[in-house]
């Protein structure tokens, strides 16, 4: 690739010849020394989340050159312009991460950083997004040693596993006292394993080349002055909208919930959206909409296989759904089950009335609950008798039955209560 780097003039720079403005530049990368801050979890992984801080060595335009397909089997190499030319920027990083699920994390907070500011899709799978990943070993103390790179990870668990392997397979390499080369390997996501493409002991073999047909960039960093030749830094400032990391702060400054509960939220826009619309109305608990959102809501999207982006179901549909389980008109399971219907519904239907027609409200009435307790009790004598006997844990064992004969129908926090003052009678 040919990086190709934004010409900024200096303030002396400038001198005069035969009464023409010459202007000495000096070539830069759009952005250096900055920092990106985030947050590291990934379920079944971490037990809680973490801060954790990347620095941003620099920023820099370059244009796509194109890729190299290698046949090993018929032992020989093509080449892809298809993209050649494509402009693009490039985010180079400090080494300071420890692992791939901390790479994972960083490349996840960029794709929301660029969906919220309308830069990017980031959809990795449809080539909006690489990843190349540089890897290397040492002992606590030492500096860095050779690396490798990993070119063109294609998805943000891929990221993690393609780090993983690699810092594996360096590991297990010198501890049988071989060699780290410096080379280029590419990502087998199919057998989960990196393949060397190419070595890069000669530095010439990437023909950095920079672009002469680039104007100056000028920027004006005091006021919000803008004109059409200079750009102005804080106007542009004002335009960002909340980025990730405040929307996370202020989840769980504003509304108190768990840090991985709005880590969950923030990775999902939609969901994070249904939240914002449902807790509007400060009678709703927050951490009961984002529970029924991320454990339920959720739950049924992934059964179908249907991405949250696509989700039909409207906000109104979602939050009468939500209002009718706080108000324990329907249970958990009915949730889902509206959910599932929703799904293959016009989103003109009411929940309301889908649950009417289904018979799926839950019965409340203390008297008809307290009848078919009764006649648990009745057709279950011996489990009664274990029960009066001191093995009270096989009041479980009846209302599994209750549960099931009533087609769970019952406010079981009702029905648990008045199951239990019957059987001591």
């Not at 690739?1 to 990368?29: H, I, N, Q």
């Not at 993690?160 to 060699?179: F, M, P, V, W």
């Not at 209750?402 to 239990?420: I, P, Q, R």
Request: charged share 30%; glycine share 4%.
């Amino acid at each position: 690739m040919a990086p190709l780097y934004f010409e900024e003039p200096t303030s002396e720079s400038t001198f005069l010849f035969d009464c023409v403005t010459v202007s000495v530049v000096k070539r830069a990368p759009l952005a250096s020394n900055g920092v990106i801050n985030f947050q590291v979890f990934t379920p079944g992984v971490h037990k809680k989340p973490y801060n954790k801080s990347s620095k941003i060595k620099q920023i820099q335009l370059e244009q796509d050159s194109g890729k190299s397909l290698h046949d090993s089997e018929l032992k020989r190499s093509l080449v892809d312009l298809n993209r050649a030319g494509a402009p693009l920027i490039e985010l180079v990083f400090e080494p300071d991460l420890e692992d791939g699920e901390e790479a994972a994390a960083l490349v996840k907070e960029l794709i929301l950083i660029m969906r919220r500011l309308g830069a990017c899709t980031g959809r990795m799978e449809e080539g909006a997004l690489r990843v190349d990943a540089n890897v290397s070993l040492r002992n606590f103390g030492d500096p860095l040693s050779t690396r490798t790179e990993i070119k063109n990870i294609g998805s943000v668990r891929g990221v993690a596993g393609a780090i993983c392997h690699e810092i594996q397979r360096q590991h297990t390499l010198l501890e049988n006292g071989g060699r780290v080369v410096n080379e280029t390997r590419s990502w087998d996501a199919v057998n989960k394993v990196t393949i060397a493409m190419r070595d890069k002991e000669v530095v010439q073999d990437y023909r950095y080349m920079p672009e002469p047909n680039l104007p100056p960039l000028r920027v004006n960093l005091r006021t919000k002055e803008d004109t059409q030749d200079v750009i102005s830094v804080p106007a542009i400032k004002d335009l960002i909208p909340e980025l990730p990391e405040d929307s996370r702060r202020k989840l769980i400054g504003q509304f108190g919930l768990r840090p991985e509960i709005a880590i969950q939220l923030v990775n999902e826009p939609p969901l994070l959206e249904y939240f914002h619309e449902l807790t509007l109305d400060t009678v709703r608990n927050p951490t009961k909409v984002a529970n029924l959102l991320l454990n339920d809501l959720l739950t049924v999207l992934n059964k179908r296989h249907i991405g949250v982006e696509d989700c039909a179901i409207t906000k109104d549909q979602i939050k009468e759904l939500t209002d009718m389980f706080l108000r324990k008109q329907i249970n958990l399971d009915v949730y889902r089950k509206i959910i599932d219907e929703l799904l293959d519904k016009p989103n003109n239907i009411s929940p309301f009335d889908l649950i009417a027609e289904k018979g799926w409200f839950i019965i409340t009435d203390e008297d008809e609950i307290s009848q078919k307790c009764m006649e648990i009790i009745q057709n279950n004598p011996k489990i009664v008798k274990q029960y009066k006997e001191g093995k009270v844990k096989v009041l479980k064992a009846l209302l599994g039955i209750l549960v099931k004969n009533t087609s769970n129908k019952l406010d079981m926090s009702v029905a648990a209560a008045k199951m239990e003052e019957l059987l001591k009678k």
